[in-house]
């Protein structure tokens, strides 16, 4: 059984940045790859961002491209998502989820089997 914990998430201005966390525990952390999605009011859990098992490849939204960044410490069982240039329209729920390596691609919900319990990013204009 995996247990994922984000944290990390607050009130920032537009324009600043914050940095996401997310601890694993359970199941062997290296051996799979790791995902950021976020729920914003009214709206659907969408795909943010991807990270191999290796951190050889990542995956963005493109409407994170160039802003946001993933990144994962295997030694501390942790995945990171730096989030820079923060706009209103970023403000969510955000969650991080361990893929099930299921074909399916890196961005369909469906793909995940675990998920965290989210943490609030608001940011004001």
């Known amino acids: 059984q995996v247990q994922l914990v984000e944290s990390g998430g607050g009130l920032v201005q537009a324009g600043g940045s914050l940095r996401l966390s997310c601890a694993a525990s359970g199941g062997t952390f290296r051996y799979y790859a790791m995902g950021w999605f976020r729920q914003a009011p009214a709206k659907e859990r969408e795909f943010v961002a991807w990270?191999?098992?290796?951190?050889?490849?990542?995956y963005y939204a493109d409407s994170v491209k160039g802003r946001f960044t993933i990144s994962r410490d295997n030694a501390k069982n942790t995945v990171y998502l730096q989030m820079n240039s923060l706009k209103p329209e970023d403000t969510a729920v955000y969650y991080c989820?361990?893929?099930?390596?299921?074909?399916?691609?890196?961005?369909?919900?469906?793909?995940?089997?675990?998920w965290g319990q989210g943490t609030q990013v608001t940011v004001s204009s």
């Open positions: 990270i191999s098992m290796s951190s050889s490849t990542t």
């Open positions: 989820a361990k893929h099930s390596g299921s074909p399916g691609g890196y961005s369909a919900k469906a793909t995940y089997n675990y």
